[in-house]
């Protein structure tokens, strides 16, 4: 048995994105236990991954698959559906006909802002993801949101989750004549270029600037001072959307599958701003 996960970010000098490898070993974990494997390919486009799900369930080759990455009237869900090919939907409307890993994206974002306000910082930038992407729209309502209920200031600027993004957009953010104590970055990689952007610059981390990930990676735990993160436990996600995955091959009812929420991990990257201390 195979299972599959389809990416569409655009690998840069870290390689894929940690998201992925992490994801997939969390999938490979639970399909050890019934002698299946999980498959990652890479797409470059929505076009490509709809002609691999047609060539998958017209050939038989691939069981299932796990969709990421959703956007405004996503095609790949009602090809799946027409195709009758198993799939589990990773982040997707938890109103969707298919089976959902709901991931609270709003609350995270909510938690991340909620805790660099109670550290003391009042200018928070962010450097986020695709904007097409729905869950990249709900981090950025939520930012919003949060900014607002805990009084404090902030913008975010676009990114594409890669390297160079996350190293322009935190020039971008510390050129503003008033510059954020804090940044919150959608990804892994545009943190970690960011710490190296700040370190270039001559700002000091986290003493002149705190920095905070999302989700954890070799990544963010090899950075140099280590990164802060909020924690998704990437690795159980994969795990569970294979296990509702299997499910689904089986003829076992899924419906939502709520995914645990995202806590704070404290590292070198984040601490009280000085004006606070």
Known sequence: MTLSLTARRVPDSFGVDPFYNDFIAGMEDRLREVGGSALLRMADDVDEELTDYRRWAADGR???VVIVDFVDDDPRVR????L???AVLLGGEPSSCLPTIDVDNARAMSDAIAYLAALGHRRIGRVGGPPELLHT???ADAFAAALAEHGVTGRTVGGDYTADTGSAGTRLLLADAEPPTAIVYDNAVSAAAGVQTARDLGVAVPDDLSLLAWDD???CQ???P???????DVRSLGFAAA???LDVIDGRRVTTVRAPDAVVVERGTTAPPRAAG
């Not at 090809?79 to 027409?82: A, D, I, Q, R, S």
């Not at 280590?226 to 998704?232: A, G, Y």
Request: proline share 7%; hydrophobic share 45%; net charge negative.
């Open 62 to 64: 691939i069981d299932g």
């Open 226 to 232: 280590p990164l802060s993160v909020m924690d998704r």
């Open 79 to 82: 090809l799946v559906t027409e």
């Open 84 to 86: 009758g090919l198993p």
């Open 222 to 224: 090899l950075s140099e």
């Open 217 to 219: 990676s070799a990544v």
């Open 137 to 139: 729209r709900a981090r």
């Open 243 to 245: 296990s509702a995955l």
